[in-house]
């Protein structure tokens, strides 16, 4: 018996020692840490079509990885779960109801799934990711492999698109990067941020924003 009861305390303290070394590295390992507040333009464009910026999370207080309606992500992290190398573009993806993305499969909210291999008119479409690594990029760069394993970092821009292949990706909005360089400011101005979305108007997830050729663009070669 005495050596059960030794047992499960060491358990125990090896449990809680572990739990409390994961919430330091969260707090001053690999960025983006507890005390972070980053931000990254975003949008999708579905056949052509950029669909207007989707509304703020329904439940905040369970995504440390979200958007307030603003066409930003907001990485906020309120866990481990959202710091560091676990802060993806999929781990976003996973925390907003209704939206999908893998290397095969993309979907905005309100709108079904689309798959490789599944037409936009007339042509085959595919997922196909878009990334400018600051809001003045002039260019940008495909990702590889699966979009959702993309690390998120301050300042970028991001098109999730379905397009056939060799079609042309726009950057997001430039109200969703005028959203990005003002959230910059205040984060920066305020040391990390304060919590507080920026005053936007949001639209129904299922209208669309505007067309893909109406915007700044930079051309693919495919997937």
């Not at 018996?1 to 707090?27: D, P």
């Not at 509304?55 to 307030?68: E, F, M, V």
């Not at 190398?85 to 999908?100: C, D, E, K, W």
């Not at 936009?120 to 990334?131: A, E, M, P, R």
Request: proline share 9%; charged share 10%.
């Amino acid at each position: 018996m005495a050596v059960i009861v030794v047992l499960g305390t060491a358990l125990v303290g090896w449990s809680r020692h572990q739990k409390f070394a994961a919430v330091n590295a969260a707090k001053t390992g690999t960025p983006p840490t507890l005390y972070d507040h980053w931000h990254e333009a975003f949008a999708f464009d579905i056949c052509g079509t950029l669909e207007a910026n989707p509304p703020q999370n329904p439940d905040l207080s369970s995504a440390g990885l979200h958007t307030h309606g603003d066409g930003n992500i907001h990485i906020e992290p309120q866990s481990p779960q959202d710091t560091g190398h676990n802060a993806t573009l999929g781990r976003f993806v996973s925390l907003y109801p209704g939206m999908q993305l893998t290397s095969d499969t993309v979907q905005y909210p309100g709108l079904r799934a689309y798959h490789n291999g599944d037409k936009c008119g007339s042509k085959t479409g595919y997922v196909q990711v878009y990334v400018w690594d600051s809001p003045t990029a002039k260019t940008g760069h495909l990702v590889k492999g699966n979009p959702a394993s993309l690390l998120l970092k301050n300042g970028q821009m991001i098109t999730i698109g379905f397009l056939p292949k060799g079609a042309t990706i726009p950057k997001p909005p430039a109200l969703n990067i005028s959203n990005l360089l003002q959230n910059m400011s205040s984060a920066q101005s305020n040391g990390r941020s304060m919590n507080l979305p920026p005053t936007v108007t949001t639209v129904p997830a299922h209208t669309p924003a505007t067309t893909s050729s109406s915007k700044s663009t930079a051309t693919t070669k495919g997937p």
